[in-house]
């Protein structure tokens, strides 16, 4: 709904690791380490390979875990991010793996990122 703020620094992710990814009804979070957190409610895509088209997936409805291949990087460390343009955010963690994340809503946010108590809404 609202883009990236301009003073974002998509680098504060570097170094961290992916410690878990949960579902519920209509949001996807990812977690980090350090008190980051990032919680979905618009498209983010994996790719596990940098061939890899990647897979969609819309927190609409409750996924099942068992489903959605973010489960598979869990573990992995951020080794790169990036605002690929003003409404996307990537992340390239060990393994190959990369989440984009796409604010690509224009009337409902999309993203909130927590980084310890400070909290942003995409």
């Given at each position: 709904m ?10 504060v992710?570097v170094?961290h690791?992916?410690e ?12 980090f380490?350090?008190?980051l957190a990032i919680?979905?409610e618009g498209?983010?895509r994996?790719?596990e390979?940098p061939a ?11 996924p ?7 489960v598979?990087a869990?573990?992995?460390v951020?080794?790169?991010a990036e605002?690929s343009?003003p409404d996307?955010?990537?992340l390239?963690l060990?393994?190959k ?5 796409t604010?690509?809503s224009p009337?409902?946010?999309?993203l ?6 400070r909290e942003?809404?995409?």
């Open positions: 609202y883009g990236f703020p301009a003073d974002f620094d998509p680098s992710f170094g690791r992916l878990s990814v949960l579902f519920a009804e209509h949001v996807i979070w990812l977690r380490s350090e008190d919680r979905i498209t983010v994996l790719q390979s890899d088209e990647g897979v969609l997936e819309r927190p609409v409805s409750a099942e875990a068992k489903e959605s291949r973010l598979g869990v573990g992995r951020v080794d790169a605002l343009r996307e955010l990537r390239q060990s393994g793996y990369t989440i984009t994340l604010d690509d009337m409902y946010e999309c909130l990122i927590a980084l310890g108590d942003i809404v995409v």
